[in-house]
């Protein structure tokens, strides 16, 4: 093995997880001296996504949030809410201007390098040998975003609900959208009685994503996303004619799949790959950040990146939501009216972010409170054990 190939890490994966945890790295004076590499076939030159989450005031991605809004709406048959957003601000960010950040900065340095190959195997007998399709590697250790192949042998073990989804950035000629405040979900086009709902971020007042997301086992075909989101522009926007500008079609696994059990002294998984999308909300943006910093704090203690990287407790709520959405997926609406409805913006959010004490989470659970959760929590525990 040339000396050329070897790294101090390796990350397999130029997407969120991988750019955030390099750029962490960047930041960091520690590791200035590090030999750094980030393999993955894909330039990133492609806007695929658009990531949105929520945080308190300032945030380290505010000169590339594309929009902001500090009010949410909820809506279903049975009640309406407007929620100002207080001390939070939900923020969206096109992923091509994250790639582009990212990209800059670390070719800002001379110690980080980009390598475009598809890495097929990691060997780790006597030491740690990455194998692409063009080339191969060496490194002291390796943080890899591909999804362990135990998941598809073994998912069936587990919950799985997918959430899927369609959406269109659609424009129109005149003003039609209130660009302040966005619908976090709008029940009252769900789909037979399922766990659908319509999502929409104005951009502008001329600009919007509409999008029809379903938290359900299966999925569906392309034209139940499109039936549903031509009614709601008709019926609800009012609008007859508008342009459809970029197009997102998305699934993402809401599971408790333990993929962290797949991380090693060695590889530690990180992104979708080790469990960092949250079970019972699919997002991962915000989450990232801290296990980011997590990591970087472990490998300054001289502790394993992947030390106590997991909140249990957290993942334990998560499956109990899960395997309601599961079993009985009619019940979405009334859980998302409840836990709506019911907590403060601060408390709600802070759980989703897992930084709720024991006696906040005991408060969420009692506006959820019901014979189904009941039941949940036994059969969850039981799996647990
Ligand atoms: C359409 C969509 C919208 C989403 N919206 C949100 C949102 O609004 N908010 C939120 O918090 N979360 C959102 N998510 C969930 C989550 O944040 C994203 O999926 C996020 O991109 C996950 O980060 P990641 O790094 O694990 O995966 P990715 O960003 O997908 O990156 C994985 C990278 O690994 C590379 N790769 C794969 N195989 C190999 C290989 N063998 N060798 C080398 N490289 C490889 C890929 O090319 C890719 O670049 C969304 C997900 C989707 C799919």
């Known amino acids: 093995m040339q000396k050329e190939n070897h790294f101090d890490y ?29 393999i993955d076939p894909s330039t990133k030159t492609i806007n ?11 945030g380290q991605w505010d000169s590339i949030v594309y929009k902001s809004w500090n009010k949410a709406l909820f809506k279903s ?9 207080e001390d939070y601000t939900y923020k969206s960010i096109r992923s091509i201007d994250f790639y582009e950040f990212a990209k800059a900065e670390l070719k800002t340095a001379s110690n980080f390098q980009f390598i475009l190959d598809e890495v097929q195997e990691i060997k780790t007998t006597s030491n740690l040998e990455i194998i692409g399709s ?4 060496t490194s002291n250790h390796v943080f890899d975003s591909r999804i362990p192949e135990a998941y598809f042998s073994k998912s069936s073990n587990y919950s799985l609900v997918h959430q899927h989804f369609k959406g269109w950035v659609i424009k129109t000629e005149q003003p039609n959208f209130h660009s302040k405040e966005f619908t976090m979900m ?12 319509i999502y929409v971020l104005p951009f502008s007042e001329t600009e919007a994503l509409v999008e029809f997301t379903f938290f359900t086992p299966n999925t569906v075909e392309e034209e139940i996303y499109d039936a549903a989101l031509n009614d709601y522009i008709k019926k609800e926007l009012k609008l007859e004619t508008y342009k459809i500008l970029e197009t997102e079609i998305g699934n993402i696994s809401m599971t408790d799949f333990p993929f962290w059990d797949e991380s090693t002294n060695k590889v530690t998984k990180i992104g979708t790959g080790g469990g960092w999308v949250k079970g019972s909300t699919g997002y991962s943006f915000k989450h990232t950040e801290k296990y980011v910093q997590k990591i970087i704090s472990n490998i300054k203690q001289g502790k394993s990146p992947s030390f106590n990287l997991i909140n249990k407790k957290f993942k334990f709520y998560d499956a109990i939501f899960l395997d309601v959405l599961k079993r009985q997926n009619e019940k979405g609406i009334w859980i998302f009216e409840q836990f709506y409805s019911k907590n403060s913006v601060d408390t709600m959010f ?22 189904t959760f009941i039941k949940a929590f036994f059969r969850v525990l039981f799996r647990f054990q």
């Open 350 to 371: 802070r759980f989703l972010d897992e930084e709720t004490s024991f006696a906040e989470d005991i408060q969420i659970m009692k506006s959820l409170f019901s014979m």
């Open 10 to 38: 390796i990350i397999i994966g130029n997407g969120l997880a991988g750019l955030q945890l390099a750029l962490g790295f960047l930041k960091d004076p520690f590791f200035g001296s590090k030999k750094i590499a980030l």
């Open 186 to 197: 709008d029940y009252r086009f769900n789909y037979k009685n399922s766990t659908s709902f």
């Open 77 to 85: 048959r049975d009640i309406e809410l407007s929620i100002p957003l």
């Open 48 to 58: 695929d996504k658009t990531w949105s989450f929520w945080e308190q005031g300032q």
């Open 134 to 137: 063009k080339n191969s590697y």
